[in-house]
């Protein structure tokens, strides 16, 4: 082809940030595409909260025993309240910007950074609450506890 017909080369900076931006680009892609894919597969997770498991784990217990597992689970998650509410406007704020025109890739990562933070808290309260429920169960009802298994049986 002719220069008339494409229009003039570009420069090498230019080029190197054109690449940049389609690499960008092509991995945005990839991650919104696997969500998708993700989500058609497998359906919605079910995860419905740190709390969702818990209950899974304890369904066989007896009512005292349910009792003192929910009394357990809500010493340990109500100073959590507001770490909570905390990672969901994470959620929210990673959405939002990966729904924006042009994704701010240092506010991404930041985001992502915190929802990190925030997941590590929760998850170490949830360690923590199974590990004092499992030590004020007797060991009849502590048999009982199943942990939750994945969609496919793992």
Request: proline share 5%; aromatic share 4%; charged share 30%.
């Amino acid at each position: 082809m002719n220069e008339s017909m494409t229009g003039p080369a570009p420069s090498s900076g230019r080029k190197r940030w054109l690449l940049i931006a389609l690499g960008l680009s092509v991995v945005l892609n990839l991650i919104i595409g696997g969500y998708v894919v993700g989500r058609i597969l497998y359906g919605p997770p079910s995860f419905g909260g740190p709390h969702f498991g818990l209950h899974k784990m304890t369904r066989d217990l007896s009512e005292e025993g349910r009792d003192l597992a929910r009394d357990v689970m809500r010493e340990h998650f109500r100073p959590l309240k507001g770490e909570l509410s905390e990672t969901r406007q994470t959620r929210r704020d990673i959405e939002e910007l990966l729904s924006a025109e042009t994704v701010d890739m240092v506010a991404l990562e930041s985001a992502l950074d915190r929802l990190d933070t925030q997941n590590r808290v929760i998850h170490e309260t949830i360690r923590a609450a199974i590990v004092d429920l499992i030590q004020r169960l007797p060991p009849e009802e502590r048999r009982k506890l199943h942990f939750a298994k994945d969609r496919k049986g793992h």
